[in-house]
């Protein structure tokens, strides 16, 4: 979705602002095996609880974890996020230049973006995970450090646009500022959207008891 945005700017040219290499193994390695452990083994209660509080079904059959409100919800989701991403990410690598008054060009914007983008999509599942175990947490960090060595490796072997990038993005003081950010935005976006769901939810008990 930045690359939508950037849409915006570069009059939906078709050019692109992500590394050809690492946009390819994003579903691969930056963020396959945190979902794959969240759909098997995450649990919101116990099944002796589930076993015994035969209520707790009724989600299911309100359709309150599958629905179009849902749909749109998480649709709205990553419109919202991915803004927020664009604009942090472009904005700031070109307001605030390095000790030497280097100003930020595409390609450095545009992989920030991209990690920005593994960030996030890590800590929402990190957050949206009602049971954690060693492994899932290290798979997480795992995850985002993948994306943080590769992006190493091929700016040091000088692969394609990002030769040499590594180094020139951590000179920049708004780069551990974003970082920070990244990371910290989702639990406060998702308590939000949580909030909601949740107030619809008591709204529909409410009114089934009346």
Known sequence: MPQFWFGFYSAFSGQVFYEKWIFQIFNIVFTAFPIMLF??????????ELMKKPSLYKIGLK?????????????LYGFSMSA??????????????????????LWLEGTFAYGAIVIVANMTILYGSYSHSLISIVMILLSVGAYF????????????????QFPEMISYPTYWANLLFFYMIVFPTDSFFNWITAKRLQREDEMEEE
């Open 149 to 164: 060595s590769i992006f190493w490796l091929f700016s040091f072997l000088r692969i394609s646009t990002l030769a040499d």
């Open 84 to 105: 927020v991403v664009y604009y942090v990410s472009f904005v700031t690598f070109n307001e605030s230049p390095t000790m030497e008054g280097q100003l930020g060009d």
């Open 63 to 75: 359709n309150q974890c599958f629905s179009t409100e849902i749909f749109w919800k998480w649709i």
């Open 39 to 48: 759909a098997l083994f995450d649990q919101q209660y116990q099944k002796e």
